[in-house]
Every structure is written in structure tokens, then in C-alpha cells.
């Protein structure tokens, strides 16, 4: 059982930036592709960013445009995300997930239902 505990969310002004953590234990970090995901109020949980086992592979949802980084460091079982130039549209809960499939198209990273374990959220409010 993977237990996931996010952090680093806040209050923050449209322009400036955030970085999110996620501290993962309880399994082998190693063999996790690490998830983002987000969902406003009202709408559906939206793919952010997915970071593959080694970190050299990763794949970031439409709306990102450049602002967003996902990076992970397997020696301390944690995976980031770095957000610049925020816009309160990007005001939402921010989930980590962890998924454990070692054969896996993008295109299933993408889709929140093949993740096995999740995050309680923190949450990002951009005021403009």
C-alpha cells in the first residue's frame, strides 16, 4: 500500500509561482510512473503531468503551455511540480497519484481512472 501526502499549496498572486511536493511511501517509488492531476470546483479532475519511472519521460496536459514542471527524485521518494507564471484558472485541488504498470501508453497515463493510489490534494488559489 502506497500512502501519498502532498504539500506546498497556498495562496498565491496571478504571475508568480508555486512549487507542489508529493512524499510518497509505503512502496517502491522507483516502479511508480507519478501522476498530477487537478480539479476545480464544478469541474472534472484534469490531467496535469505524468513523470515516468526513471524521470527521463514526461508527458503534460494541453493547457500547460511551458508553465508547468514535473520532476521526481527516486532517492527521497518524492515527485514535484513546479508552476510558474500562475492564472487563476489554475485555482483547483492538486492530486498526486501513483501508478504501478510497467507497459503503459500515454495515452492511459493521461486517464485518472488507471491510477492506484492518490493523494488526499492540496490546494492552489490564484487570485488575480
Known amino acids: 500500500q502506497v500512502q501519498l501526502v502532498e504539500s506546498g499549496g497556498g495562496l498565491v498572486q496571478a504571475g508568480g509561482s508555486l512549487r507542489l511536493s508529493c512524499a510518497a511511501s509505503g512502496g517502491t517509488f522507483s516502479t511508480y510512473a507519478m501522476g498530477w492531476f487537478r480539479q476545480a470546483p464544478g469541474k472534472e479532475r484534469e490531467f496535469v503531468a505524468v513523470?515516468?519511472?526513471?524521470?527521463?519521460?514526461?508527458y503534460y496536459g494541453d493547457f500547460v503551455k511551458g508553465r508547468f514542471t514535473i520532476s521526481r527524485d527516486n532517492a527521497k521518494n518524492t515527485v514535484y511540480l513546479q508552476i510558474y507564471s500562475l492564472k487563476p484558472e489554475d485555482t483547483a485541488v492538486y492530486y498526486c497519484?501513483?501508478?504501478?504498470?510497467?507497459?503503459?501508453?500515454?495515452?492511459?497515463?493521461?486517464?485518472?481512472?488507471?491510477?492506484?493510489?492518490w493523494g488526499q490534494g492540496t490546494q492552489v488559489t490564484v487570485s488575480s
Open positions: 497519484a501513483a501508478l504501478q504498470a510497467r507497459q503503459i501508453t500515454v495515452a492511459r497515463m493521461r486517464d485518472y481512472t488507471e491510477y492506484n493510489y
Open positions: 513523470i515516468k519511472w526513471g524521470g527521463l519521460s514526461t
